[in-house]
C-alpha cells in the first residue's frame, strides 16, 4: 500500500493539483492523508476544502484552520493576532470559504487514529501533545521518545512546522511531508511524502514538486490582500523572513514575472557552459520555464547579439526574463545589471547589449529601470572570473522570476552602456547602407528598413560588390533558384539573398560590406 501525505496546503491550488499529478504517477493515492491547515496565505481555501471531500481523503483540522472559522475570532476581528496583514489574511480567508466549507472544516477532528496496511496511524497536525507544537528534524530525541510513548501507534504524522523529515524513535517512525502551499525554507517548491508499507517494510520518500506560482500570485494581486503574500508565495519563506529581506510594501505598479527565462549567448553547443547556467536557474527558482533563443552569436560580437536580442523579445509575453551574455569584458570592472525595460525583464553585462531595447522603450514612452548587480546574497558564492554567466547573470535571472525587485537586486543606476548604431547614409538619390547581420543562411540584411524606401519598389536599383540588382522581390518564390536577389525580411529590413544559396558566400561579403541603393 502507498499512502499520500500532504500537510499545510494553505490555500495552494496549483501546488496541490502538482503534487497529486506527481502521487499519481507514483500509484499513491488510493489514500491521502491530510494533516491539516489547509487554508490560509494562499488565495484559494474554498476549491482546497471542497477536494477534501473526496472519499479517498482523510483529514484532520490545523491550527490556521480553526483560528479562520471561528466565529469568535471573526466577531473581534482576530485581534489576538499581532501582526494587521494576517488578521486581513484571517478575515479575508473566513469570508472567502462557502457557509459549507467553513461547516465541513469544524466538524473535523484535530487528530485522528486510523489503521492501514496493519499498522496504526496517528495523524496530528502539530506532535500527539498539542496542535500548535512545532516538530522539527532537530527536536531532541528525548522529546520524541516522550511522544512515542504518549501516541502508544506505530506511526505518528506531523505538519504545523513546515520541515520534512523522518524519524525512527525506537518502534514509532515519525513523518513530517513539509509544507505543500507555503514552504518556509527557501525552495518554492511544494513539499510531500509518500509512505510505501509492505507487511513491517515502511519506507518513506520526501519529495519536491515545481509548479506553476503565477495564478497563485494573480490571484493574489487580485484579492486586494498585502502584496507581502505574494512573496510568500515566490519565495518559499515565511511571512517574517520575507518582510526581513524584502519589505512588508510592494509597488503595486511592479512588473510581475511571467516565469519563463530566455538564453542567448555566444558560448555555442559544443561545451558544458549552457547546461550549468540551466542548471543554476533550476535550482533557485525549478518552476522557471527556460527558452533558448541562440547560443550562435558570433563570438564577443556585442553589436551581433544586441541585433539578436531586439528581435526576439517582443514576442514574448510580459514578464519574460532574457539572461544575454556576449561579454568580451567579463572579469573586467564592466558592470553586470538587470533591468525592467517595458514590459519585460533583461540580464546582461553594462556593454551596450541592451541598447536596441533601450531605444525602443524610450521611443515608446515605456518604462525604463535598471540596477547594478552588486550584492553578492544574488550571486553563486565566490564567482569566477570569467563564467560570470553561470555566477552572477543566470542567478539574478532565477532570483527575477521568484519576483525578487529590482531594487534588492542591486544599487540603481541611470547610464547603461551604450553602442554606437550603424545607420544608413543619405544620398542625393539614395542610401549608402551596410550589412549588419548575416544569417545562417548567408541572406545579408542590411540597416536599410523598408519604410526608407520608396513605394513603388521596382525602381531601386542596388550596388553590391560588382553585383547589381534591380528591384526587389516580395518572396522568394517571385526568383528564380539560385538567383541573387533583394527582398525585405522578416525583421522588415532591406536584405540580399541568393535563392536556395549563400549571398555571403557568393558575393564574398560580411559583416560592415557596403550597399548602395538608388531610386
Not at 515519525?174 to 509544507?179: L, R, T, V
Not at 519529495?207 to 495564478?215: A, G, I, Q, S
Not at 517574517?240 to 519589505?247: L, P
Request: proline letters at 7%; glycine letters at 10%.
Amino acid at each position: 500500500m502507498k499512502l499520500t501525505i500532504l500537510a499545510d496546503i494553505h490555500g495552494n491550488l496549483p501546488a496541490l493539483k502538482a503534487v497529486l499529478r506527481h502521487a499519481q504517477g507514483r500509484g499513491a493515492t488510493e489514500r491521502i492523508l491530510n494533516l491539516g491547515d489547509a487554508t490560509g496565505y494562499g488565495p484559494f481555501p474554498n476549491k482546497i476544502v471542497n477536494g477534501m471531500h473526496d472519499v479517498r481523503w482523510v483529514n484532520i483540522l490545523g491550527n490556521y484552520d480553526k483560528k479562520a472559522v471561528s466565529k469568535a475570532n471573526k466577531e473581534d476581528g482576530w485581534k489576538k493576532v499581532n501582526t494587521p496583514d494576517k488578521r486581513a489574511m484571517f478575515d479575508w480567508t473566513y469570508h472567502a470559504l462557502s457557509k459549507r466549507a467553513r461547516k465541513f472544516l469544524r466538524a473535523l477532528p484535530e487528530s485522528r487514529q486510523v489503521t492501514l496496511g496493519g499498522k496504526t496511524i496517528l495523524m496530528t497536525h502539530g506532535s500527539p501533545a498539542s496542535h500548535t507544537e512545532h516538530l522539527l528534524p532537530e527536536t531532541p530525541q528525548s522529546r520524541f521518545e516522550a511522544l512515542a510513548e504518549l501516541a502508544g501507534v506505530d506511526i505518528v504524522l506531523c505538519g504545523h512546522s513546515h520541515q520534512a523529515f523522518t524519524r525512527q524513535v525506537g518502534e514509532t517512525l515519525f513523518i513530517n511531508p513539509g509544507s505543500l502551499g507555503r514552504p518556509d525554507d527557501g525552495d518554492p517548491r511544494a513539499s510531500y511524502a509518500i509512505l510505501t508499507m509492505d507487511g513491517d517494510d515502511l519506507r518513506v520518500e520526501h519529495f519536491r514538486v515545481p509548479y506553476d506560482l503565477m495564478p497563485s500570485v494573480r490571484k493574489l494581486r487580485r484579492s486586494g490582500l498585502p502584496l507581502v503574500f505574494t512573496q510568500v508565495v515566490r519565495q518559499g519563506l515565511n511571512y517574517d523572513d520575507v518582510v526581513d529581506q524584502f519589505g512588508a510594501d510592494s509597488d503595486p505598479t511592479m512588473l510581475d514575472p511571467c516565469g519563463t527565462v530566455t538564453l542567448m549567448t555566444d558560448f555555442g553547443l559544443q561545451d558544458h557552459f549552457i547546461g550549468v547556467m540551466k542548471g543554476v536557474i533550476a535550482r533557485i527558482a525549478p518552476q522557471a520555464k527556460v527558452i533558448d533563443i541562440s547560443h550562435q552569436v558570433q563570438p564577443q560580437n556585442i553589436q551581433d547579439g544586441a541585433r539578436m536580442l531586439a528581435e526576439a523579445a517582443p514576442y514574448f509575453p510580459a514578464g519574460a526574463v532574457h539572461v544575454a551574455v556576449v561579454d568580451p569584458g567579463v572579469g573586467t570592472s564592466r558592470r553586470a545589471i538587470a533591468a525592467r525595460i517595458g514590459d519585460q525583464f533583461f540580464v546582461a553585462p553594462d556593454n551596450g547589449l541592451l541598447t536596441p531595447v533601450l531605444e525602443a522603450a524610450e521611443a515608446a514612452g515605456e518604462p525604463i529601470a535598471a540596477v547594478e548587480l552588486d550584492r553578492p546574497a544574488y550571486w553563486l558564492p565566490d564567482p569566477s572570473s570569467s563564467f560570470h554567466g553561470r555566477d552572477i547573470f543566470s542567478p539574478a535571472g532565477a532570483h527575477l522570476v521568484n519576483g525578487v525587485p529590482l531594487n534588492v537586486l542591486g544599487t540603481p543606476l541611470a547610464d547603461p552602456v551604450r553602442i554606437e548604431k550603424t545607420a544608413p547614409v543619405r544620398t542625393e538619390n539614395g542610401w549608402e547602407a551596410e550589412v549588419v547581420w548575416v544569417d545562417v543562411f548567408g541572406n545579408l540584411s542590411t540597416n536599410l528598413t523598408e519604410d526608407q524606401l520608396p513605394a513603388d519598389k521596382d525602381t531601386i536599383t542596388l550596388q553590391i560588390g560588382d553585383e547589381t540588382l534591380n528591384g526587389v522581390a516580395h518572396t522568394f518564390a517571385n526568383a528564380k533558384p539560385g538567383s541573387l536577389t533583394a527582398i525585405i525580411d522578416s525583421s522588415g529590413h532591406l536584405a540580399i539573398a541568393v535563392v536556395n544559396g549563400s549571398a555571403a558566400e557568393r558575393l564574398g561579403v560580411g559583416l560592415g560590406g557596403k550597399v548602395t541603393v538608388t531610386h
